[in-house]
């Protein structure tokens, strides 16, 4: 097949999640990175495009000018990555989907409601597709343990366990200039109203609804930021009540030493549980009631065929982050391609996008109003 033709918004130089979408988008051989508005400035942003091959006159001052004229050309961007600060996720979506070019999105889907609102309009208006960078969602003992929830070998849920622990804020790095990532991160006007929950809590309240099927309806949250100064939260402690009444909690945390990205997930139900933890990935714990554990891993004989269906390598050779985003790219390639021909692929039902973006969205204003009045109840 041809390759999709692909342009980037953001992750210019020393930018860590641009390249991370790169290494995925490539993993495949799906996509043919054409064009780029790689970074706010125009010489810097030139340069960076320079750097990664990309023709002079495909390396554009800003994603005005890149919407435009890649929509003007025969052999324009198909497809467009926005990997920019979350304030700047909205309008560069907006212009791209306005001229029918499909959007592929980090998250959070945007800084504030109104943004998000206003792209969930443009979205819903374009023929062109809006997918979030969901990663986790890609990884495959991830996509067994949703299918067996569904399948109902754990019976009705009742209790859904998520925490996203890290410790690389423990400190105020933000404040020594020496930290890009700090420092748009735990600035509001870039991040939005939320902290961690809007940096790392949107991923473990975007997995337990994915692996659960189920919504969240209250929460009640006490976010807070230890760190004197910090303008936006770095640990949160939400309790989750579901549709179908399902109770759950949720822990995120940017302070916590011996931490990296600790992102780990349980799900118990009447027949039984499951056990998942993103720095051991390749592994699933389903504890049937009243039977011992058992360990299923990807590629092993427990291994379904949801898992199966984004595994690359045989069992016992690592997957992880990289591979959980390229699935998501994956996943993207197939909806666009299917897109063109007038059809929409199934994968559609798995791949996040604006109704996960906006939950996300609705989680975050509901964390933060929670918090202000005192870990009251809070629907979303």
Same mark, same amino acid.
């Given at each position: 097949?041809?390759?999709?033709?692909?342009?980037?918004?953001?992750?210019?130089?020393?930018?860590?999640?641009?390249?991370?979408?790169?290494?995925?988008?490539?993993?495949?051989?799906?996509?043919?990175?054409?064009?780029?508005?790689?970074?706010?400035?125009?010489?810097?942003?030139?340069?960076?495009?320079?750097?990664?091959?990309?023709?002079?006159?495909?390396?554009?001052?800003?994603?005005?000018?890149?919407?435009?004229?890649?929509?003007?050309?025969?052999?324009?961007? $198909?497809?467009?990555?926005?990997?920019?600060?979350?304030?700047?996720?909205?309008?560069?979506?907006?212009?791209?989907?306005?001229?029918?070019?499909?959007?592929?999105?980090?998250?959070?889907?945007?800084?504030?409601?109104?943004?998000?609102?206003?792209?969930?309009?443009?979205? +819903?208006?374009? $023929?062109?597709?809006?997918?979030?960078?969901?990663?986790?969602?890609?990884?495959?003992?991830?996509? $067994?343990?949703?299918?067996?929830?569904?399948?109902?070998?754990?019976?009705?849920?009742?209790?859904?366990?998520?925490?996203?622990?890290?410790?690389?804020?423990?400190?105020? /790095?933000?404040?020594?200039?020496?930290?890009?990532?700090?420092?748009?991160?735990?600035?509001?006007?870039?991040?939005?109203?939320?902290?961690?929950?809007?940096?790392?809590?949107?991923?473990?309240?975007?997995?337990?609804?994915?692996?659960?099927?189920?919504?969240?309806?209250?929460?009640?949250?006490?976010?807070?930021?230890?760190?004197?100064?910090?303008?936006?939260?770095?640990?949160?402690?939400?309790?989750? +009540?579901?549709?179908?009444?399902?109770?759950?909690?949720?822990?995120? /945390?940017?302070?916590?030493?011996?931490?990296?990205?600790?992102?780990?997930?349980?799900?118990?139900?009447?027949?039984?549980?499951?056990?998942?933890?993103?720095?051991?990935?390749?592994?699933?714990?389903?504890?049937?009631?009243?039977?011992?554990?058992?360990?299923?891993?990807?590629?092993?004989?427990?291994? /379904?065929?949801?898992?199966?269906?984004?595994?690359?390598?045989?069992?016992?050779?690592?997957?992880?982050?990289?591979?959980?985003?390229?699935?998501?790219?994956?996943?993207?390639?197939?909806?666009?391609?299917?897109?063109?021909?007038?059809?929409?692929?199934?994968?559609?039902?798995?791949?996040?996008?604006?109704?996960?973006?906006?939950?996300?969205?609705?989680?975050?204003?509901?964390?933060?109003? /929670?918090? $202000?009045?005192?870990?009251?109840?809070?629907?979303?």
């Amino acid at each position: 097949m041809e390759k999709i033709r692909l342009g980037m918004v953001g992750g210019g130089k020393d930018a860590f999640i641009g390249a991370v979408h790169r290494i995925a988008a490539r993993i495949d051989g799906d996509y043919d990175l054409v064009a780029g508005a790689l970074s706010s400035t125009p010489e810097k942003a030139r340069e960076s495009g320079l750097a990664l091959g990309l023709a002079p006159d495909r390396c554009y001052g800003s994603f005005e000018e890149m919407a435009e004229r890649e929509a003007a050309r025969p052999d324009g961007i $198909q497809a467009v990555s926005i990997v920019t600060p979350n304030h700047m996720h909205a309008a560069p979506a907006i212009a791209f989907l306005k001229r029918g070019i499909h959007v592929i999105c980090d998250k959070p889907l945007t800084a504030t409601m109104e943004q998000a609102d206003e792209l969930a309009v443009a979205a +819903r208006a374009s $023929q062109a597709l809006f997918l979030l960078t969901h990663n986790y969602t890609g990884y495959p003992m991830i996509r $067994q343990a949703r299918e067996m929830v569904a399948a109902g070998d754990l019976g009705r849920i009742r209790v859904v366990q998520v925490e996203y622990p890290q410790d690389w804020l423990t400190e105020a /790095s933000e404040a020594t200039g020496s930290n890009k990532q700090a420092e748009w991160r735990t600035d509001p006007a870039r991040s939005g109203a939320g902290g961690s929950i809007g940096d790392i809590g949107t991923h473990a309240h975007n997995l337990a609804c994915f692996v659960t099927g189920l919504q969240v309806e209250k929460l009640a949250a006490d976010l807070h930021s230890f760190v004197p100064g910090r303008r936006v939260d770095d640990n949160a402690h939400i309790l989750l +009540r579901f549709a179908g009444g399902a109770r759950g909690s949720l822990w995120c /945390s940017q302070v916590a030493p011996g931490n990296e990205n600790a992102l780990r997930l349980r799900v118990y139900g009447e027949k039984g549980g499951l056990d998942w933890a993103q720095e051991d990935p390749n592994y699933l714990w389903h504890t049937p009631f009243g039977q011992p554990k058992r360990l299923l891993t990807r590629g092993g004989a427990g291994a /379904s065929a949801a898992a199966g269906a984004v595994s690359r390598t045989p069992g016992g050779h690592p997957e992880g982050y990289l591979e959980g985003f390229a699935n998501i790219y994956a996943g993207a390639a197939e909806a666009i391609r299917a897109a063109a021909k007038g059809e929409r692929a199934p994968v559609l039902d798995v791949l996040p996008g604006l109704d996960a973006g906006l939950a996300g969205m609705r989680f975050i204003a509901a964390a933060v109003a /929670s918090s $202000q009045a005192d870990a009251a109840w809070v629907a979303l």
